[in-house]
């Protein structure tokens, strides 16, 4: 996939998506899976700050059940939710927060961190360079919405 096509420089990617001189398919195609790996890393960790938010919302709405529980005069069941489920971690030690500081502090940074040293050793930093060639290759160039740029 190899964007040196003839056109003009105003219907090309922006330079930042373009390959530089030198790099192959085979690099670029590899960036491009890491590239995919790493957007899954990163979907799966909106899905863990889903699920911070969904624990909270739900330790709300049970601190309220057991409020109208006790209202409704039943107190043992109420005590038993406030003593055994109100405020329990959710893993051992953990709040869903802490569980979020982990994983940001540990696999994502360390995932970020390889993903973005590859890119910059082996296309200087470029990203989606995989994507932009693709879309370089399934344009129509000259149709009015198949425009390299905004």
């Known amino acids: ?16 998506h373009r390959r530089p001189a030198g790099v192959d398919d085979a690099t670029v195609l590899a960036l491009g899976k890491l590239s995919e790996a790493f957007e899954v890393v990163e979907e799966a960790r909106g899905l863990l700050y889903a699920f911070h938010r969904r624990i909270g919302t739900a330790d709300l709405a049970l601190g309220r059940a057991v409020e109208l529980l006790r209202c409704a005069g039943h107190t043992d069941l109420a005590d038993r939710l406030d003593r055994e ?11 869903t927060f802490q569980v979020l500081e982990e994983y940001d502090a540990g696999y994502y940074a360390t995932f970020k961190a390889l993903e973005q040293g590859a890119r910059e050793a082996l296309v200087g930093g470029r990203r989606h360079l995989y994507e932009a060639e693709w879309k370089e290759d399934e344009r129509t160039h000259g149709h009015p919405d198949h425009t390299a740029l905004p």
């Open 1 to 16: 996939m190899n964007a040196a096509l003839n056109h003009d420089d105003h219907d090309l990617p922006d330079p930042g």
């Open 85 to 95: 489920l109100l405020g329990r971690n959710v893993l051992e030690g953990r709040w």
